[in-house]
């Protein structure tokens, strides 16, 4: 399409273009628009309006159209063959916020579960919502240990930008004071079960080194003037999160950061519009703006502005730089270094151990507590006692105690006869036995083989090129999830469990759903695609800001620290655009 | 056939249900055939109506109602119109055509038809056969069957508001509450 001129071009122009409406994307907007930038946002899905769009939030299990909300098989197998692999994204309930895999293609030469929902929101919609702050020794380690690049910041710098991040979305959790593990601005936290506070005590007598917290999760405990503003209010232990939540108890850009920045009357969303490529001005030595294909009318359109976030993930932000080719950039776009696209990471999980507290069978819980406890890590923190010999990094359990309610003698679960009748019924309709697990999330390291790539050759169902993934795990993540089970058991044991049993379920990269590192910050333009500020090294008015931007994965969950690389990001813009500096 | 016909009638006495006495055959004969309150979509009336029976007898009504009530036959009928696999509807209604052919055998009168006490105790050696095949690894129909009963009942609307509890908006949580306060399971986690 040719470019704009005069009228047509002043009418797609903004003051700057967030690309993708996700975690990050509704929290480019929120920034950009509450310091009066014009702000257009670039969703490539549907609209999913707060409240008006969660079709399934208060379902009743008996009214779904299939036995316990489950998708038929073939169903599944035509239409959702990746998004099925996690065992829980994809039901009657969750559906409609998870893509038709077989118009969403991509090629694994390596196994890779790509789990995506494409619609505004995005997976802020159906994210875990625990929210940790990387620690020092995260921005560290790298340096350190010579591995990948350093990174360009050290936590004192985002510091304040996770305290901004944590006061807007509300996090709920327990201070801890652990150098590694800091501690952030919290709404009160979450009760621990009578069997996780037995094996809080019991574990850490034995194990003082292995903390036992609440898990510290972006939920809503005492909401602030401003959350209840926005019209949030306090979470209501549905445990119904990934429906979308009709109280605001969850943190989602479409409750929060959307909404936020709509009130400025700063913002425009506008959805079904594909991000194709990012326009370069060789004249101007930067970027003029994005295409667009619209995926309803299957046209072009360009927009246009002084600044454009890349918030469209971390592979759709990759994909975007990649297809845009120019004589400036004809390796991708700001991919002088040739990292775009390398050093995939995640969190490799599927590993810990369970046991089972039958002295609590006279007590339970009231309320469905949308959250676990967590163990931080406790591994290679520098001291000779924490020193692993076998492998780099650490990992975090996540994990909690429940009882066994009545489904647990349907299929494989049942030993025996199962009996039928009277009694089998009663027994059902009370609790089963308590089972308290733990399971690993492990840092996987940065890898420049690691990768993705563009495959022109296949094309979506937009005739768009595809990714291409080529993403397996090495030694040292293999050696940690020997410990990641071994550790787990122990504490189990420790804490007087009885049938204690570790447990490798397994792990495809990807399956953690925290992909981050194709676009990596760094120093030196040479190894790394962005700067200190999530700047393209070579385009300095493009950011990318979500998990692409990680030079390392730590073990935590990643969003929070994707939001406040944002947040301070686009501080970073409006103030250089100010200065004349984009 | 003839010789797990004759097992089954062997394992029927075993468990303490005769089979030939006058008095059985009286109450057997005296036993309603339930009416179907509904109209199957994807079995036919026969399989429907055992269904019925077997299902109720699956999960009974006590001191709250049972799968009959709960609608548990008009969910498994859907069910195998939209949801089961080929396998598990060939598993189900070939597992019904043996209850019928087995009470035919052993009583010479269909299922449904049957003493309650006759109906129980030929459920029982399925029971007891499934045990077994279960430790051999082996697929047996009567599990199967009481799974889907127990998922359409305990995801019922009665299964779940009155054989369980029912929270739809708990409003807070609370981790260390005695059993006895809460009185069931939770429907819902």
Known sequence: ?582 | MLNRRDAIRGLALAVGVGSTGWAERALAAAAPVPALAWTPTALTQDQARLLDVVAELIIPTTDTPGAREAGVPQFIDRAVGNYYEKSQVDQLLGGLARIDADARAAHGDSFVALAPEKQVALLTVYDQEAGVARGQGQSHFFPALEDMVTVGYFTSEIGATQALKYDPVPGAYHGCVPLAEIGRAWALR
Not at chain 1, 137 to 142: C, S
Not at chain 1, 568 to 573: E, F, I, L, S, V
């Open chain 1, 1 to 582: 399409m040719a470019n704009l001129n005069g009228r047509a071009r002043r009418k797609n122009t903004y003051d700057a273009i967030v690309v993708g409406s996700g975690i990050t994307g509704g929290i480019a907007a929120k920034e950009l628009t509450q310091k009066g930038l014009k702000v257009l946002v670039l969703e490539r899905g549907r609209m999913v309006r707060h409240l008006e769009d969660y079709p399934t939030a208060v379902m009743d299990p008996w009214q779904t159209k299939y036995p316990q909300g489950q998708l038929p098989q073939a169903e599944l197998a035509a239409h959702y063959p990746v998004q099925r692999r996690t065992n829980y994204t994809m039901t009657e309930y969750t559906q409609h916020f998870f893509v038709r895999d077989d118009e969403n293609p991509y090629t694994e030469e390596s196994r890779f579960d790509w789990i995506r929902g494409y619609h505004v929101g995005g997976r802020s919609l159906t994210w875990g919502r625990q929210s940790y702050r990387h620690s020092p020794i995260d921005f560290e380690a790298n340096a350190k240990e010579g591995i990948g690049v350093d990174w360009p910041i050290r936590y004192e710098d985002l510091a304040p930008w996770y305290e901004h991040v944590e006061r807007f979305i509300g996090v709920s959790g327990q201070a801890e004071g652990l150098p590694h593990f800091p501690d952030g601005h919290y709404q009160p936290p979450m009760e621990m079960n009578c069997v996780e506070k037995a094996f809080k005590s019991r574990s850490e007598a034995k194990f003082p080194e292995r903390r036992i917290s609440i898990g510290r999760t972006a939920h809503l405990t005492d909401p602030t003037e401003e959350q209840l503003a926005l019209g949030r209010t306090k979470c209501q232990f549905r445990n119904q999160c990934i429906r979308g939540c009709p109280f605001g108890g969850y943190y989602s850009s479409n409750s929060g950061g959307l909404i936020a920045a709509e009130r400025t009357g700063n913002l425009v969303i506008r959805p079904n519009s594909i991000v194709t490529e990012l326009i370069y001005d060789d004249k101007a030595g930067k970027a003029s703006g994005v295409r667009i294909l619209d995926a309803v009318t299957r046209k072009d359109e360009e927009f246009y502005a002084d600044v454009v976030f890349l918030c469209a993930s971390a592979f759709n932000s990759t994909w975007i730089m990649m297809n845009s080719t120019s004589s400036r950039f004809p390796n991708g776009f700001g991919n002088g270094s040739d990292q775009l696209g390398r050093n995939v990471m995640d969190h490799h999980l599927g590993v810990g151990a369970s046991g089972e507290a039958p002295e609590f069978a006279e007590m339970y819980f009231s309320g469905r507590r949308p959250n676990g406890i967590y163990v931080p890590r406790f591994r290679n923190l520098g001291d000779a006692a924490t020193k692993r010999s076998d492998y780099l990094r650490g990992f975090g359990y996540q994990g909690g105690a429940s009882r066994a309610t009545w489904d647990r003698d349907l299929g494989a679960r049942a030993q025996g006869a199962k009996g039928f009748g009277a009694a089998r019924k009663a027994a059902l309709s009370q609790p089963g036995p308590w089972t308290m697990g733990l399971g690993g999330f492990g840092e996987i390291l940065p890898y420049e083989d690691n990768r993705v790539t563009l495959n022109r050759d296949k094309t979506d169902a937009f005739g768009l090129p595809t990714l291409t993934f080529n993403v397996t795990m090495r030694e040292n993540e293999i050696a940690m999830r020997r410990d990641m089970q071994t550790a787990a058991a122990e504490m189990l044991e420790a804490a007087g469990f009885k049938n204690v049993k570790g447990h490798d379920g397994g792990y495809a990269p990807g399956l953690g759903i925290h992909e981050m590192g194709t676009a990596r910050m760094g120093r030196d333009p040479k190894t790394s695609v962005l700067n200190a500020h999530n700047q393209v090294h070579e385009c300095k008015n493009v950011y990318v800001t979500d998990g692409a931007a990680m030079t390392s994965a730590s073990c935590v969950n990643p969003s929070l620290t994707y939001m406040a690389l944002t947040a301070r990001a686009a501080d970073h813009a409006v103030k250089a655009r100010k200065r004349g500096d984009l």
